[in-house]
Structures are given as structure tokens and as C-alpha cells.
T-cell receptor, first 111, second 116 residues
Framework: DAKTTQPTSMDCAEGRAANLPCNHS???????VYWYRQIHSQGPQYIIH???NNETNEMASLIITEDRKSSTLILPHATLRDTAVYYC????????????FGQGTTLQVKP | NAGVTQTPKFRILKIGQSMTLQCAQD?????MYWYRQDPGMGLKLIYY???????DKGEVPNGYNVSRSTTEDFPLRLELAAPSQTSVYFC???????????????FGEGSWLTVV
């Protein structure tokens, strides 16, 4: 089963880009990488997902390495409201739909 | 659409009591999940279901039971509540097509449970 590894915590200055790494070295060829974040104790919020190509939406960009063993979530201009726990997850087990969250990275955006 | 609705939002249980956390979704999603989140920790998968009548264990199923008699509902049953089950519980759902095409998972707002 694919498993993700993320740093426990990171700091970022307000207005700067936040780059959050994720390792998923055992990912299978048809497994997607999802990024979610959780602010305080709210339910996780979807950010972005990708398979092979880099992706960008209004919230963030996702860079996936060519071998797909790691990815980076980029928040281009971090604000104080981006302070949250960021989860990188991959779909676990073919055809089961089981979704396992890791510990995530606590991003602290500082003024 | 209401999305994913969880009830109750807050509950205090005494040790040994039982209760059911309700989860309903109105998006006709086949996949539904129950997670728990202890203070300062990540989400742990308790049980999940890929369709009505089908459930399977996640990472931390002990002390819980689930059923999926309809597509819409996925209740989580706590039998003989213990202090270790004090946590925030999140229900989530997704369409089967979304799972294989990478679309989003929808979460409820959470249910805060304290066992004393």
C-alpha cells in the first residue's frame, strides 16, 4: 500500500511561497496524489490532486516528480489564513477506495 | 444539497454507555468513511464502505461497528464507550468515479465525543 511521508512542521513568512514536500515512493501507476488541509478542528478541505502532470488551481500548484515518488504543494503567496495542517494522501489499495491520512505537515505562516 | 451531515455535533458519554453517530450524504456517493482525530494528531480511518451492504475495517476499528443499509446513511456505533474513544469523529463520502479519477472527498463538520 502506498504510504506518504511529510515533515512534521514548517514555517513560512507571510507573502512568500510555501513549499510543502511529500514522499510517496511506493505509489502505484494509477494512484492519484491528493492534498487536503485542516484548519483548527474543522473537516479537511480539498486543495488539489494530480496523477502525473503538474497541476494548478486557484489555491495552489502541485508539482509531481517524473518518477512520481514525491510531490510538492506550493502555496504561491502564503497568508496567515493558510496556517493549517496539510495532508498528502494517495489512494490505498487498488479498487478499494480506502483513503489513509498520514500525520500531515503543520504549516505556520508568520507575519 | 446539504453534503455530508453528521449528528450529534457534541456528546458526553459515561464509560460503558453506547451510542450511534449518524452520517448522511445526499450526493448519491457510493464511498463513505469514518475517521477519528485525537487532539494534536492526524486522522485515523475507522471503517469505510464502498456501497450499500459492504463495509470494511480501516486502521483503528476496535470498539466500533458500522452498517450501510442504504447509500445515503453510514452510522458508526460505539459499544461500551471508553475514555480512549474521546475524539473528534469525521464522516466523509466520495463517488466511486471520483476515487478512480481523483476528484474530491467531502467531509462532514465533525462530531466531538467525550467519554468520562
Amino acid at each position: 500500500d502506498a504510504k506518504t511521508t511529510q515533515p512534521t512542521s514548517m514555517d513560512c513568512a507571510e507573502g512568500r511561497a510555501a513549499n510543502l514536500p511529500c514522499n510517496h515512493s511506493t505509489i502505484s501507476g494509477n494512484e492519484y496524489v491528493y492534498w487536503y488541509r485542516q484548519i483548527h478542528s474543522q473537516g479537511p478541505q480539498y486543495i488539489i490532486h494530480g496523477l502525473k502532470n503538474n497541476e494548478t488551481n486557484e489555491m495552489a500548484s502541485l508539482i509531481i516528480t517524473e518518477d512520481r515518488k514525491s510531490s510538492t504543494l506550493i502555496l504561491p503567496h502564503a497568508t496567515l489564513r493558510d496556517t493549517a495542517v496539510y495532508y498528502c494522501i494517495v489512494r490505498v489499495g487498488s479498487n478499494t477506495g480506502k483513503l489513509i491520512f498520514g500525520q500531515g505537515t503543520t504549516l505556520q505562516v508568520k507575519p | 444539497n446539504a453534503g455530508v451531515t453528521q449528528t450529534p455535533k457534541f456528546r458526553i458519554l459515561k464509560i460503558g454507555q453506547s451510542m450511534t453517530l449518524q452520517c448522511a450524504q445526499d450526493m448519491n456517493h457510493n464511498y463513505m468513511y469514518w475517521y477519528r482525530q485525537d487532539p494534536g494528531m492526524g486522522l485515523k480511518l475507522i471503517y469505510y464502505s464502498v456501497g450499500a451492504g459492504i463495509t470494511d475495517k480501516g486502521e483503528v476499528p476496535n470498539g466500533y461497528n458500522v452498517s450501510r443499509s442504504t447509500t445515503e446513511d453510514f452510522p458508526l456505533r460505539l459499544e461500551l464507550a471508553a475514555p480512549s474513544q474521546t475524539s473528534v469523529y469525521f464522516c466523509a463520502s466520495s463517488s466511486d468515479r471520483a476515487i478512480f479519477s481523483g476528484n474530491t472527498i467531502y467531509f462532514g463538520e465533525g462530531s466531538w465525543l467525550t467519554v468520562v
